[in-house]
C-alpha cells in the first residue's frame, strides 16, 4: 500500500475467510479503508477430465486511510526505539 495506495485482496473457497480476516484487522488498526467488495462463483475442474465445481470467489479492494503515513511512520520509529534498546 506505501507504493500503490491501494491493494486488492482476493480468494477463493475455504480462503476466503483468511481474506476477509486480514481485511479486518488492516481496517481496525486505521492502516486501509474499504473500496470494494466482489464476489462471484469460478468454475473450475477438481481434477483433469473431472466435471465441473463451481467455487466462491471474492475480492475485497483497499485503499491508504488517511492516517496510514502517519501511523507507518511511528511503527517505524516504535522499530529503532527497540532496535537501540536491544543493543
Same mark, same amino acid.
Given at each position: &500500500?506505501?507504493?500503490?495506495?491501494?491493494?486488492?485482496? %482476493?480468494?477463493?473457497? &475455504?480462503?476466503?475467510?483468511?481474506? +476477509?480476516?486480514?481485511?479486518?484487522?488492516?481496517?481496525?488498526?486505521?492502516?486501509?479503508?474499504? /473500496?470494494?467488495? &466482489?464476489? %462471484?462463483?469460478?468454475? &473450475?475442474?477438481?481434477? %483433469?477430465?473431472?466435471?465441473?465445481?463451481?467455487?466462491? /470467489?471474492?475480492?475485497?479492494?483497499?485503499?491508504?486511510?488517511? /492516517?496510514?503515513?502517519?501511523?507507518?511512520?511511528? @511503527?517505524? @520509529?516504535?522499530? +529503532?526505539?527497540?532496535?537501540?534498546?536491544? %543493543?
Amino acid at each position: &500500500m506505501q507504493q500503490y495506495n491501494e491493494v486488492e485482496l %482476493s480468494a477463493l473457497g &475455504m480462503a476466503i475467510a483468511t481474506v +476477509v480476516t486480514i481485511a479486518e484487522i488492516l481496517k481496525n488498526n486505521g492502516l486501509a479503508v474499504e /473500496k470494494k467488495i &466482489m464476489t %462471484s462463483t469460478v468454475d &473450475m475442474r477438481e481434477e %483433469s477430465g473431472g466435471r465441473p465445481v463451481q467455487k466462491a /470467489k471474492i475480492e475485497i479492494l483497499l485503499g491508504k486511510s488517511e /492516517k496510514f503515513d502517519e501511523l507507518m511512520a511511528a @511503527a517505524a @520509529a516504535k522499530d +529503532v526505539l527497540d532496535n537501540e534498546e536491544q %543493543s
